[in-house]
């Protein structure tokens, strides 16, 4: 049987990770369109806009962490012609922060789950 301080580090891991979903999905909905306008010369937002814009919610909420992604490591995206550096550059600095932000607080967050699940799983901690 599990130790309840575990079941209670499960249950703050679990509701740490959807109050960030519903964060970024709530961000997502209303400024994709207009975070997707400040980077419109970089060739990965314009190849996953045609890929996810039939998708509905969901679709928002994946290029949304796709440009967190590229804006976390921009050097990859540049060197590879899939980014524009001007538009990174120009990115305002708030919204950055504020997608970044959520961005290493899922995956964090993910990470967290993944470690506390094993850890009940294979270590049977009592």
Same mark, same amino acid.
């Given at each position: 049987? =599990?130790?309840?301080?575990?079941?209670?580090?499960?249950?703050?891991?679990? @509701? *740490?990770?959807?109050?960030?979903? +519903?964060?970024?999905? /709530?961000?997502?909905?209303?400024?994709?369109?207009?975070?997707?306008?400040?980077?419109?010369?970089?060739? +990965?937002?314009?190849?996953? =806009?045609?890929?996810?814009?039939? !998708?509905?919610?969901?679709?928002?909420?994946?290029?949304?962490?796709?440009? !967190?992604?590229?804006?976390? =490591?921009?050097?990859? /995206?540049?060197?590879?012609?899939?980014?524009?550096? *001007?538009?990174?550059?120009?990115?305002?600095?708030? =919204?950055?922060?504020?997608?970044? +932000?959520?961005? /290493? /607080?899922?995956? @964090?967050?993910?990470?967290?789950?993944?470690?506390?699940?094993?850890?009940?799983?294979?270590?049977?901690?009592?």
């Amino acid at each position: 049987m =599990t130790n309840p301080l575990w079941a209670i580090a499960g249950l703050l891991t679990i @509701t *740490s990770l959807l109050i960030n979903t +519903f964060a970024l999905t /709530y961000i997502a909905h209303k400024k994709i369109e207009e975070i997707e306008l400040l980077l419109n010369n970089c060739d +990965f937002v314009k190849g996953n =806009t045609a890929i996810y814009s039939h !998708a509905g919610l969901p679709g928002k909420a994946i290029r949304l962490c796709m440009i !967190a992604g590229m804006l976390s =490591t921009p050097i990859f /995206y540049i060197r590879r012609k899939l980014a524009n550096p *001007s538009d990174i550059k120009n990115f305002p600095r708030r =919204t950055r922060q504020i997608l970044l +932000f959520f961005w /290493y /607080y899922l995956l @964090t967050s993910t990470l967290s789950l993944i470690i506390l699940g094993s850890i009940v799983k294979y270590l049977d901690p009592q």
